[in-house]
């Protein structure tokens, strides 16, 4: 199963590269000092943000603090001053003869249209849209090309689960999406909530599909345990603390986990088209190359992680072109061994 080795060598390097927020360009006194007045007086220079004309009210009750659009209007004066002491203090280093440094754990980036990161939301969207072709032709696979039971069901045992893993890497590439267009906290969160859920998801349908496990019973009895950590962990990061120390551990836990299992499934399948999941798989760790030899963005815009964004794009039709595969190869075997029980 080349889909499940290549989410989790993408959901890992997301995770582990996404818990340092603190970085030398945010910790500049100058940079520092020019966001600080930005949020006082709503200025830098000669331009104003209106946005930073909010009055603020903070402590004492929920019902006694400032309504959710001036937390948000809030929100949006801290990016922008964030952003534009970020450019001119770039300028200046630049004119120094320095390299570009990150600022809060990320490059400094173009904006277009008030979008932060343009390239990583573009290639979101479209690994999104690879995702919905994917899903949306293994649908049309199972259910207007390949033979049904009389029930009208598919043969394929594993054909809700896929369904489930389409909806969810998605709904991941979604706030992926929101997330490079608008780094809040509830964007960060709900991005890495999702990622989380494709990756425990990730694993339970690794261990059934790598060791062909179709009792129902048993399914729920692998299924279960990891449900609820996935749960309890979305909960934890969300509502108590956002520990990306801990959230690292759990990402390279079940990601390693899952491709052990799925390497060992490669060794021993005869499947008919593995070779779709050795060529992800070769793919996938040289997209890892490019996290670890990370570079500033060329022209502002692209990054090693937003082109790590764009290698998952032609990867993601394999890998659906892979599932498909597996629907029929599955199909026709099991076909193959109802026959003589007819004659």
Not at 41 to 64: D, E, L, M, R
Not at 72 to 77: A, F, I, R, Y
Not at 210 to 222: N, P, Q, S
Request: charged content about 15%; proline content about 4%.
């Amino acid at each position: 199963m080349a889909v499940h080795y290549c989410t989790a060598l993408l959901l890992v390097l997301s995770c582990l590269f996404s818990v340092s927020y603190a970085s030398l360009g945010d910790a500049d006194p100058n940079y520092r000092t020019c966001v600080a007045e930005c949020e006082r007086n709503g200025c830098i220079g000669q331009v104003c943000f209106p946005q930073c004309n909010y009055s603020s009210s903070s402590g004492g009750p929920w019902y006694t603090q400032e309504p959710l659009y001036l937390q948000w209007q809030k929100l949006g004066c801290q990016g922008d001053c964030r952003y534009h002491c970020m450019v001119n203090r770039e300028k200046e280093r630049e004119s120094l003869g320095h390299v570009p440094v990150k600022y809060h754990g990320k490059w400094p980036f173009k904006r277009v249209l008030g979008i932060q990161e343009p390239a990583s939301v573009a290639f979101s969207v479209l690994n999104l849209a690879m995702h919905f072709h994917g899903w949306l032709s293994f649908f049309i696979t199972l259910y207007y090309k390949l033979p049904l039971k009389q029930d009208k069901t598919a043969y394929y045992e594993y054909v809700g689960l896929w369904h489930m893993y389409g909806l969810l890497s998605m709904n991941s590439w979604f706030w992926s999406a929101v997330f490079h267009s608008r780094d809040v906290d509830i964007t960060e969160r709900l991005d890495y909530s999702s990622a989380i859920a494709v990756l425990g998801f990730s694993l339970i349908l690794a261990i059934l599909r790598t060791f062909d496990v179709r009792v129902e019973a048993a399914r729920v009895m692998v299924s279960a345990p990891i449900l609820a950590f996935v749960t309890t962990h979305i909960l934890y990061i969300n509502f108590y603390k956002l520990d990306y120390g801990w959230n690292m551990i759990v990402c390279v836990t079940m990601g390693v986990a899952q491709l052990l299992l799925w390497a060992r499934w490669a060794a021993v399948s005869r499947h008919p088209s593995s070779w779709k999941l050795w060529v992800v798989v070769v793919a996938g760790g040289l997209a890892m190359l490019l996290e670890i030899y990370d570079f500033p963005p060329y022209e502002g815009y692209f990054d090693a992680h937003s082109i790590w964004h764009a290698i998952t794009i032609p990867l993601t039709v394999l890998w659906w072109s892979f599932i498909r595969d597996d629907a029929e190869f599955r199909t026709s075997s099991l076909l193959k061994k109802s026959k003589p029980k007819a004659k």
